[in-house]
């Protein structure tokens, strides 16, 4: 007979969401359903960018069921975090970070619904290299994991099989979930903190995808009378074919390209225009907030 114990092993699963509990709240989207959230450090708590907006009242429900009045410092669109300061959450607990993981380890997925504690137990399904997000983010790490966790998990911790936090839980396209790793979203924290938002690199040009034998990239269809294209020569009908020699596959690649690392930085554009190509330097400016 095995040795293994499917009762302890469920109790000691149980053990450890129960001790990560304290740590999470949960609030109202705008989308009218129920979000996660979990204690960072200092007062300050994480969740999904995805279920904040810009102005709308939040109040978290913590843990002991009570809910405080909260402010959201500031998302961070490019890694899906969003920081937020409740009146007053400084006791919750903090998670240990987890060291790094691998496929078929253990993930536990931690929520919370209006005090209501919320778990759910599956595995890390894949873990790759740093990766960008589609608008522009530098990820530490993918990772996606197998587990049937619900909405109402999103924005709360993944931890490991020692309770301590791979990261947080998002759901990409098709409603895969994956991780947004505690180094990344460190990093965003910082930077919120300091300045109540993430920079995004700016070109000020509308772009449309452009797939034909002549050309194949992104075609300038409007361009910002203030914006670094403009001022860098960029006209309408231009086709844009290339960043620093590495080919543009369409719109979606360049906003790719357009992470918080890319503000003022100087590229150089491969341009087609009039069916002859040039190369156009450009300065990235910062997205405008509004």
Do not use: C
């Amino acid at each position: 007979m095995s040795d293994f114990n499917l009762s302890a092993f469920s109790d000691a699963i149980a053990d450890l969401a129960a001790e990560a509990a304290p740590a999470t709240a949960s609030f109202a989207t705008h989308h009218h359903r129920t979000a996660s959230a979990f204690h960072w450090r200092d007062g300050y708590f994480v969740t999904a960018e995805e279920a904040v907006e810009a102005g709308e009242e939040i109040e978290l429900t913590l843990a002991s069921g009570a809910t405080v009045k909260t402010e959201l410092i500031g998302p961070d669109p490019s890694t899906g975090v969003a920081l937020l300061k409740p009146a007053d959450a400084a006791n919750a607990p903090v998670l240990a970070r987890a060291d790094a993981v691998r496929p078929g380890n253990i993930a536990i997925a931690i929520g919370s619904s209006q005090g209501s504690a919320l778990a759910v137990s599956g595995s890390v399904g894949e873990v790759g290299p740093a990766w960008r997000s589609m608008r522009g983010g530098t990820i530490d790490r993918r990772i996606n994991l197998a587990v049937g966790a619900g909405g109402r998990f999103e924005g709360g911790p993944v931890l490991d099989a020692k309770g301590a936090l791979i990261g947080m839980l998002l759901f990409g396209p098709r409603g895969r979930a994956l991780v947004m790793p505690h180094e990344t979203i460190e990093r965003a924290v910082a930077t919120l903190r300091e300045k109540g938002h993430v920079a995004r690199g700016y070109l000020g040009a509308g772009l449309h995808p452009v797939r034909d034998r002549d050309a194949y990239g992104a075609m300038v269809m409007s361009l910002d009378d203030n914006g670094p294209a403009k001022a860098a020569g960029l006209s309408l009908g231009d086709i844009i074919v290339a960043w620093n020699g590495e080919a543009v596959h369409g719109p979606r690649d360049l906003i790719r390209r357009l992470g918080p690392d890319s503000a003022g930085a100087s590229v150089t554009l491969g341009v087609v225009r009039g069916g002859e190509q040039r190369d156009v330097v450009l300065t990235i400016g910062e997205k405008p907030l509004s």
